[in-house]
């Protein structure tokens, strides 16, 4: 596996990028079923399997009092992405400067012309950019210009509970 520290300094350029995107924090089964798509997407274009995850956790940078214990450390998650088969973990580092970024602005510099992904699987309540305005849709709309195609995947429910970090935590 390869480690991006800082996507936005980098210029490594991997081929045929299937990219998600998000936390991930416990790689847990709904994280798993998208895991699992983008693998299977990377084997139908010949890509490369990858993953964008900001660090810290955007909740621990806007409420360091009341972020969320995290299910798993950097390091674990990372082994637990490895074991999924993701092959290329591009960092973004959350700061003041990076939680600013226009949705719009995310999508062309960070998406395209930084993690070069030509494919995009994402879950259905992916959200990004500033005050996290980003969505599916703009995914969507952003597409044909951009070049990737782009796929929301949507939650596992497992005894009437989507799976989530969140519902995790609680248990």
């Known amino acids: 596996m390869q480690i991006v520290d800082d996507v936005l300094n980098s210029d490594t350029v991997f081929p045929n990028v299937v990219l998600t995107v998000g936390s991930f924090d416990g790689v847990h089964r709904g994280h798993q079923h998208i895991l699992r798509d983008v693998v299977e997407r990377t084997k139908e274009i010949g890509g490369t399997p990858a993953l964008l995850t900001m660090q810290p956790h955007p909740r621990e940078y806007f409420s360091p009092d009341s972020a969320p214990n ?102």
Request: a negative charge; hydrophobic letters at 45%.
């Open 70 to 171: 995290l299910l798993t450390s950097f390091e674990k998650k990372i082994a637990l992405l490895e074991e999924a088969g993701i092959e290329v973990v591009f960092v973004l580092p959350f700061n003041e400067k990076t939680a600013d970024i226009e949705p719009e602005v995310f999508i062309e510099t960070v998406l395209r012309d930084h993690c070069h992904a030509v494919s995009l699987i994402v879950g259905y309540d992916c959200r990004f950019g500033r005050r996290a305005r980003g969505d599916f849709a703009m995914l969507q709309a952003f597409a044909p210009d951009m070049g990737y195609d782009v796929k929301e995947i949507a939650p596992v429910i497992v005894e009437s509970e989507r799976v989530s970090s969140t519902l995790i935590r609680v248990f």
